[in-house]
T-cell receptor, first 114, second 112 residues
Framework: DSGVTQTPKHLITATGQRVTLRCSPR?????VYWYQQSLDQGLQFLIQ???????AKGNILERFSAQQFPDLHSELNLSSLELGDSALYFC?????????????FGPGTRLTVL | ELKVEQNPLFLSMQEGKNYTIYCNYS?????LYWYRQDPGKSLESLFV?????AVKQEGRLMASLDTKARLSTLHITAAVHDLSATYFC????????????FGQGTRLTINP
């Protein structure tokens, strides 16, 4: 158990809908990262937040957005869902200081768009 | 654009044998990571390598880093069935960016 929690574990929804994925980082970690894992794209970085502010952006679609709240939990919002958005979405967290800056991954949310 | 390539992508081996997974990356990076993923599960951190010549070992797994060649290896010694999993290497983005760029993963199957 990495200490990173994600809810829900599974989500099944229809095209065109909107969903929210939630992540709570490890205690003391200020950075939260979101990744998408799919069979065709592999593991891709989406976005990073550090202490409430966006720090880095990756291959995140405009239909997707995220935020980090004062208690450091983060939410990833996916809207106008398409079949191709079906994937495993991981949240990771790190202290974001020191030489190693290891990222610890949560259990993931499996999203199925029908 | 930073690219990370692993090979082989699939590896089937017998218990007791040794093998190596290779990870090449295209541009200078601060850190290299190895993760393990079991089917349908999360990623478990195995090693973080920082400097040229770094070598880390945990049980039957040993990781090394050659920053000049932009190459990391994950060596498996006397494989056992429990090591069957998909192994990913990942590299920090350039200029201190914290986003990880992952390789394609190596699916390792160890047969009794």
């Amino acid at each position: 158990d990495s200490g990173v929690t994600q809810t829900p574990k599974h989500l099944i929804t229809a095209t065109g809908q909107r969903v929210t994925l939630r992540c709570s980082p490890r205690s003391g970690d200020l950075s939260v990262y979101w990744y998408q894992q799919s069979l065709d794209q592999g593991l891709q970085f989406l976005i990073q937040y550090y202490n409430g502010e966006e720090r880095a952006k990756g291959n995140i679609l405009e239909r997707f957005s995220a935020q980090q709240f004062p208690d450091l939990h983060s939410e990833l919002n996916l809207s106008s869902l398409e079949l191709g958005d079906s994937a495993l979405y991981f949240c990771a967290s790190s202290v974001d200081r020191g030489p190693y800056n290891e990222q610890f991954f949560g259990p993931g949310t499996r999203l199925t768009v029908l | 654009e930073l690219k990370v390539e692993q090979n082989p992508l699939f590896l089937s081996m017998q218990e007791g044998k040794n093998y190596t997974i290779y990870c090449n990356y295209s541009t200078t990076s601060d850190r290299l990571y190895w993760y393990r993923q079991d089917p349908g599960k999360s990623l478990e951190s195995l090693f973080v390598l920082l400097s040229n010549g770094a070598v880390k070992q945990e049980g039957r797994l040993m990781a090394s880093l050659d920053t000049k060649a932009r190459l990391s290896t994950l060596h498996i010694t006397a494989a056992v069935h429990d090591l069957s999993a998909t192994y990913f290497c990942a590299v920090d983005g350039i200029q201190g960016a914290q986003k990880l760029v992952f390789g394609q993963g190596t699916r390792l199957t160890i047969n009794p």
